[in-house]
């Protein structure tokens, strides 16, 4: 049974850093790509960036929202997946949910199992 | 950028069939994925590739797409579907991931 557990998150103040955990379990992790999406108070999903497999060599992507202030990273020895967020603004305030990319493919055409979910408060 | 448009809501008594459109520019040349949310719980892949159901997924979800429209069915629509319903494509030419703005399905 493929599982992906969070860990991490809470109130954290603006300008301050904050990292997410992902550890996943039923599947082989080298092989596919993990994504961060985010979801606001009472808005959609957003998808925040991507980390592809070893056969990728574990390239990433982020998008413009995050870009330069979110890092995504990968330890294929511990099956679990980081995300890193620096300089944290009220924006970011979200649940943030872990992915699995669908079908081990290059690019996030979709994605096939998620984490339970995180909430980040940034407040002061 | 690409946009999906999504209506708001549907409302279907159960035992009936729901549909949530999914609008877009030429969607037929995109394969369109679908996900269920439940109020508080995280999002489920319930159709991709415009009509594939993931294993576990019951046989009465399915999906399509033609022309600038992509619809998920559901049939015989059971209390626990009621929740949001959001489409999602990948669009190649702007290398972004895209989602609807999602549709509140209610079941009366």
């Known amino acids: 049974e493929v599982q992906l557990v969070q860990s991490g998150g809470g109130l954290v ?5 904050l990292r997410l955990s992902c550890t996943t379990s039923g599947f082989t992790f080298g092989d596919y790509a993990m994504s961060w999406l985010r979801q606001a108070p009472g808005k959609g999903l957003e998808c925040i960036g991507i980390i592809r497999g070893r056969a990728y060599g574990e390239t990433t992507e982020n ?38 990319v669908g079908g081990g ?20 | 950028s690409y946009v999906l448009t999504q209506p708001p809501s549907v409302s279907v008594a159960p035992g009936q069939a ?17 996900y269920r949310q439940r109020p508080g719980r995280a999002p489920m892949l319930v159709v991709y590739d415009d009509n594939a159901r993931p294993s576990g997924i ?25 929740a ?25």
């Open chain 1, 13 to 17: 103040e603006p300008g301050r850093s």
């Open chain 2, 18 to 34: 729901a549909s949530i459109a999914c609008g877009g520019n030429n969607i037929a040349t995109k394969n369109v994925h679908w």
């Open chain 2, 58 to 82: 019951p046989e009465r979800f399915s999906g399509s797409n033609s022309g600038n429209t992509a619809t998920l069915t559901i049939s015989r629509v059971e209390a626990g579907d009621e």
């Open chain 2, 84 to 108: 949001d319903y959001y489409c999602q494509v990948w669009d190649i030419s702007s290398n972004h991931v895209v989602f609807g703005g999602g549709t509140k399905l209610t079941v009366l």
């Open chain 1, 63 to 100: 998008a413009a929202s995050v870009k330069g202030s979110f890092t995504i990273s990968r330890d294929d020895s511990k099956s679990t997946v980081y995300l890193e967020m620096n300089s944290l603004k009220t924006e970011d305030t979200a649940v943030y949910y872990c992915t699995r």
């Open chain 1, 105 to 124: 493919s290059y690019y996030p055409l979709y994605f096939d199992y998620w984490g339970q979910g995180t909430p980040v408060t940034v407040s002061s």
